[in-house]
């Protein structure tokens, strides 16, 4: 029986600009331009404010706050760490990878070290990664890290409703960042049990930033393609559509029902679609956690914050069965089950 690995420590960092929803909307002009009336995206969404480090931090920067902090958790020296992930839907630039700015920050050469880029689902997948390499022997300390700045992508140009369906989802983005060291679990059922990732391909323009790339390499610097558009309605459904199934696929391999989960870890977008999506499966909204109220949607950091909110808090606790739970522009869904 291969071991099992665990969440040795988890922390994380925010910047300490606070927006408010509410001004975002003012400085719109929702009720006089647009014919919305103030207050609506909170309504909507649930994120009341979120933290902003436009001009003032790297993505590198927000992970190694997060990595330092969660390092000193431990009883772990820098040196010990033999893999090393940055994990995000942000890169401080196209290249070479962010993870080398997050080595030089942290003070670590010669360490197997490398980028994971899968939009929100960023850092779940690279959980997923570091399981693998430790069950597999490649592997023993694991130091996986998120940093988004992708407050920066945010549109606030718009000039009619049309243009407020494309960028309206934008107007929630937060920056924050993440950091967890994995290592061998010291027990045989507590730890990373089973995880499950399904991509549908098909429906990778629903929610896009299309510059940096091949497709769009130079552009105008304020072009639309260096912003983040999203068909909200449809990126909502398919998450209804997608997530559910593979919740229950884990929840069935690992031998659980509804009720035997004690708390869901879940990608912050909008507290009503956690609601839907926790119904489709029979497990009560009540065994989340919500952070999107404070911090927004915070990309691939979102999973990790809402983890680091529940252990601040004292509703996660030793023993205790949890799903944590991704979807993300793609369409990627994403579940691991585990044992803390």
């Known amino acids: 029986m291969k071991p099992l690995s665990k ?13 408010k929803t509410v001004d975002i909307e003012k400085k719109l002009q929702f009720k006089e331009h647009l014919g919305m009336p103030y207050g609506i995206l909170t309504k909507m969404t649930g994120c009341k404010e979120h933290r902003e480090a436009r001009s003032k931090m790297d993505a590198s920067d927000l992970a190694v706050n997060a990595a330092q902090k969660a390092i000193r958790q431990t009883k772990i020296k820098p040196e010990d760490i033999d893999l090393i992930l940055f994990c995000a839907c942000d890169h401080d630039i196209t290249e070479p990878a962010t993870v080398n700015a997050v080595l030089e920050k942290l003070g670590l050469d010669g360490v197997s070290a490398f980028d994971v880029k899968n939009a929100c689902n960023s850092f779940i ?12 022997g490649k592997a023993k300390t694991v130091l996986v890290t998120t940093g988004e700045v992708i407050t920066d992508w945010v549109c606030y140009d718009i000039g009619k409703k049309e243009d407020l369906k494309l960028k309206a989802a934008g107007l929630t983005l937060g920056d924050g960042g993440a950091a967890a060291i994995i290592v061998p679990s010291d027990s045989d059922n507590k730890g990373i049990l089973y995880s499950c990732f399904e991509t549908y391909g098909e429906f990778w323009r629903v929610a896009v930033v299309m510059a940096h790339g091949t497709m769009h390499p130079r552009y105008p610097e304020n072009s639309d ?15 209804l559509e997608k997530i559910p199934p593979v919740m229950k696929k884990v929840m069935a391999k690992v031998g659980w029902r509804p009720e035997d989960v004690d708390l869901v870890i879940g990608h912050q977008v909008t507290i009503k679609i956690m609601r839907d999506i926790l119904n489709r499966v029979n497990i009560p909204f009540e065994k989340t956690v919500v952070t999107v109220d404070r ?6 950091a979102s999973i990790p914050i809402a983890l680091c909110t529940a252990l601040e808090t004292g509703r996660l606790k030793s023993g205790m069965k949890v799903l944590l739970v991704g979807g993300a522009s793609g369409f990627s869904a994403g579940v691991i089950a585990l044992i803390w």
């Not at 911090?295 to 691939?300: C, I, P, S, V």
Request: avoid cysteine.
């Open 7 to 19: 969440i040795l420590s988890i922390n994380y960092y925010v910047p300490e600009d606070v927006v």
């Open 125 to 136: 997948n690279g959980l997923d990664i570091a399981d693998a390499m430790i069950k597999s």
């Open 295 to 300: 911090f927004g949607n915070t990309g691939a």
């Open 225 to 239: 393609l260096t912003y983040f558009l999203s068909d909200s309605e449809k990126i909502l459904a398919l998450a």
